[in-house]
C-alpha cells in the first residue's frame, strides 16, 4: 500500500477526513466545529444583547430568554471554547515535543466525535421541544422543576461531550509523559507543551464529578432516582458541589493553554526567551493546583457557614499569587525585547490589562461578605466576561493568527486581522466594562428585562452596541479567513521569521509523519538554538532516515459516538409513555456503542509503515504530503 | 510489530507489558484512567455518605436495619481471591505459559460470575423488601454506588472472556501482552473500589 | 511506534534466576494476600462483636486503607521502576478524592 497517494476527489477528502487520525486533522476538525459553536453561541449573546437593549423590551419571551442564557453558556464553554483550545492543543502540542502523533490516535479521533456528536444533540433540543432553561449551572432546584426535555438535552449532551473530553486529556498527558524527543527533559518543554499538560492533568480529575452529577441528574429527571429530590431525602447543594468541585477547574481547563498560547507569543514577537521560564512552570502548576481547593466561592450565599466560607475565601486568594507572577513574567519578557507588533502579539498585549482586571475583580469577590452584595448581579457577569472573553477568547483569537499557517499553510491577513482585533477589544470592553456599574447599581443577572425607571437604560444601550462591536470584529475575521484561504498564498517553515519551538523547524502544514527522522533537542527553544548556530536544517536529529511507522484510520471512532448519540434519545425519552420504543433506542444505540468497542478489539490494528524510500521521494516533493490515502 | 514472531520463555522480555512503546503508552494512559476512576467513584461515595439513610417522610429503610453481613462476608472474600488468582495469571504471564495463565485467568472469571450472581441476588432480595431503585434518597445513592461497581465488574469480566477466546489460538506476543496485564490491573482496581465499598456501606452501614 | 524491542536471549542461567526471583515474588504476593485476608476478617469480627462506634469506625477505615496499599503496592506493582509518574497522578487522583468527600461529608446538611 502506498502511502503517499496523491490527489483525490472531493468524496474520498470527506471519507478521509471522517475516519482520520491524524492529530493535525483532528485540530482542523476541532477548529471547524468549534468554531461553528462559537458563531452559534454568539448570535445568542447578540440576542440576549437585542432584548436587553432599552427597558421593557419584548424580543424575547421571558422563557426563551431563559434557554437563550442557558445556552449561551454552555455552548461557549463546551463547544467553543473548550474545542477551539483543543483545536491548537492536537495541532502544535506533539510537533512542539518532536511526536509523530499523539499517544492514541484513534482515542484522539474517537474524543473528537464524542465532542461533536454530544453538541449536535445538545443544540438539536432548539428543534425538539425546548432548550434547557436552568442556566449553565443547572442548578438541582430549578432543574428538576423545568417542564419539557430541555434539561434532559443538556445532561446527556454533556455527558456524552465529556466523555470525549476527558479521553483527550488522557491522550495528552500520556504523549507528553511518553512521547517526547529525545533530550526534550519537562524542563525544556515550550510552555503551551506545558500549559496542556496541566490543563489535561485538570481534565482528568476534574471531569469524573461533572459526569457523575450529570448522570444523577439524569436519574434523577428520566429513571426516577431521588438524588435532588427534597421530599424523598435528596439534597441539592450535592449538585451545587459537584458541579462546582468540576466547574473551577474548568476555569483553568480554559485560561491555561491561553496562557501558554500568550507566553509563546511574547516570546516570539520579542524576540527573547521567556523570563522566568521556571518561575513560569511552577506558577502553572501551582494554579492546577490551588483551583482544586476553592470551588466553594461559587457557593458562598449558599449557607455553608462562615468556616467553610473562610477557607475558601482565603484559598481563593492564595491564586492570585501564581498569577500574579505570570503577569510579571510576561511583562519582563516584553521588557527589553525587540518587539515586532503583529496580530498575535497586539492580542497578547491587549490580554495583560484585560486579564488583571477580571482577575482583581475576582479577588474582591474573593471576599465572602462582599460577595453578598455582588452575588447574582451584573458584576459577576461582567467579572467572569473579563476573564473569559479577556482572557481565554483573545488567546483562540491570537492563536488562530498564529498558528494557522502552520495548520493550513497560509497567512491570515495583518490588515484585516488588525480591524478585528480594534472592532473586538473596543467592542469588548464597551460590553463588559459598563457591567461592573450596572450590577453596583443593583441589575440581576439572568432576568429577561428591566423597568424603564430603573435607570439602567444607557448603560444597557452602550453594552449592546459594544456587543454589535465585537460581532463586526468575529465577521471581518469570517472575511479574512475566507479571503485567506482563496488567495492561497503557500508559506514556508518558519512564516514568522522568529519561530523558536520545533513546530517552526517544518514545513506549513507538516507532512503527515511530522517528523522523516526524530530530531534531537538540545535546549528551551531548540529551533531558535539552532537558528543561531546557523544550523540550516533547523534541527540536529537523534536517528538516521529509517521506516516510519503510522496508524491506520478508522471509521469506527464515529460509529461508537453515533451509538451514543442515538442511545442518548432512547433516554431522554424513557419516561414518556407516549413513547414506548424508547427503550428500544436505548438499547439499539449501545448496543452500536458496545459492538464497534468489541470489533475495535478483536481486530487487530498494528498500523502502516512508510518507507526509507518513500520518505525520501516526499522530501523532494517539498515534504508536506498531507497522506491521503 | 510483528504478531507472528514466537517468544520462548528465553526470549520473552522482562516486562512484555511496557517493552513496546504502544505498551507503555497503554500502561500510562491506563494508570491515569484509573486516578480518574478513583475520582468518578470518590463522588459516589461522597454522595452516598451524605444521603445515607435519608428518606420520605417515615421511611422505614435505614442501613443498620437492611445490611446483612454474612453475604456481604462471602463476596469479599471471592472478590479476594479473585484478585490473587490474577495476580497468578500474570505470574504466568511474565513466565510465558500461556496454558497456566489461561487456566489462572478462567478462575478469576468462575470467581467474578459468582460475585456478580450474588450482587444480583442481594439487589434482588432488597426489591423484594421493598427498597427498590426510587424508593428514597438513601436507596437511589446506594444501588448507583454499588450497582456502578458491579457494572465495572461486569465489564471486567467481559474483557477477560474476550481476551481469551480472541487469543485462545495464538499464545502470547508483544501485541496482547499489555492488554492482559491492562484487564488485570482493572480487576485489581475493581477489589480495591469493593474494600471501600464492604468497609464504608456495609460494616459502617450495620453498626449504624 | 516504530521501535520494537530488541530481542535478548537470556543464558540459562539467567533464566534459572529469574525464575527463581519471580517464585520468591509470588511467595510474597501470597503473604500479601493472607494479610488482606486477615484485616477482613478483623473488621468483620469486630463489627459482629458489637464493639463501641467510635472505636470500630477509625479501626475498620485504617484496615481498609492498609488493604488498599497492600493491593496498590503489591498486586498493581505501584512500587516498581517506571512507576513514578502514574502514582504521582493516582495520588492527585487521591487527594481530589478526599477533599470531595470530605466536602460532603462536612458541609452539605450544614
Known sequence: MSSLAQKKGFGAVIWDYLTTVDHKKIAILYLISGGFFFLVGGLEAMMIRIQLMKAGNDFLSAGLYNEIITMHGTTMIFLAAMPLLLAFMNAVMPLQIGARDVAFPFLNSLGFWLFFFGGIFLNLSWFMGGAPDAGWTNYASLALASEGHGIDFYSLGLTISGFGTLIAGINFLVTIINMRAPGMTYMRMPLFTWTTFVASALILLAFPPLTIGLFFMVFDRLFGANFFVVEMGGNTIIWEHLFWIFGHPEVYILVLPAFGIFSEIFAIFSRKRLFGYTALVFATILIGFYGFMVWAHHMFTVGLGPTANAVFALATMIIAVPTGIKIFSWLLTIWGGSISFTVPMVYAVAFIPSFVAGGVTGVMQAMAPLDYQLHDSYFIVAHFHYVIVGGVVLAILAGTHLYWPKMFGTMLSEKLGMITFWFFFIGFHLTFFIQHFLGLLGMPRRVYTFGADQGWDLFNMISSVGALFMAIGVLVMLVNVVLTTVKNVRVGNDPWGDGRTLEWAIPSPPPFYNFAQTPLVRGLDTYWIEKMEGNKEGMVYAEPLGDVHMPNGSIIPLIMSFGMFVAAFGALYFLDDSKPWALAVLIIGLGITFGSMLVRSLKDDLGFHITKEELIEDAKRGGNTDGLK | ?208 | MAHDTTEKIRSHAEHEFLKKKRSAEMRHQLTSFAIMIFLTLIAFTMVAAGFSTYLIVPIILLLAAVQVVLQLYHFMHLSNKGHGTVAFFMFSGMFVAFITILALVTIVWW
Open chain 2, 1 to 208: 510489530m510483528d504478531l507472528n514472531k514466537r517468544y520462548t520463555a528465553q526470549s520473552w522480555p522482562d516486562h512484555p507489558e511496557t517493552a513496546t512503546l504502544e505498551g507503555k503508552n497503554k500502561f500510562v494512559g491506563f494508570w491515569l484512567l484509573l486516578a480518574a476512576e478513583t475520582v468518578t467513584f470518590a463522588s459516589l461515595f461522597a454522595t452516598y455518605l451524605a444521603l445515607k439513610d435519608r428518606g420520605p417522610e417515615g421511611s422505614e429503610f435505614t442501613a443498620a436495619g437492611l445490611f446483612e453481613l454474612p453475604l456481604v462476608f462471602a463476596m469479599t472474600m471471592i472478590l479476594l481471591t479473585s484478585s490473587l488468582t490474577s495476580v497468578y495469571a500474570m505470574h504466568h504471564m511474565k513466565n510465558h505459559n500461556f496454558k497456566a495463565m489461561q487456566a489462572w485467568l478462567g478462575i478469576t472469571v468462575l470467581l467474578g460470575l459468582t460475585f456478580l450472581g450474588l450482587e444480583i441476588y442481594e439487589f434482588n432480595h432488597y426489591v423484594h423488601l421493598g427498597f427498590g431503585y426510587t424508593t428514597s434518597a438513601f436507596s437511589s445513592a446506594f444501588f448507583t454506588l454499588v450497582g456502578t461497581h458491579g457494572a465495572h465488574v461486569l465489564f471486567g469480566l467481559s474483557w477477560f472472556i474476550a481476551l481469551m477466546i480472541r487469543n485462545s489460538k495464538r499464545g502470547l506476543n508483544m501485541y496482547n501482552a499489555p492488554k492482559f496485564y491492562l484487564a488485570a490491573l482493572y480487576w485489581h482496581f475493581i477489589d480495591v473500589v469493593w474494600v471501600f465499598i464492604f468497609t464504608v456501606v456495609y460494616l459502617m452501614g450495620v453498626i449504624g
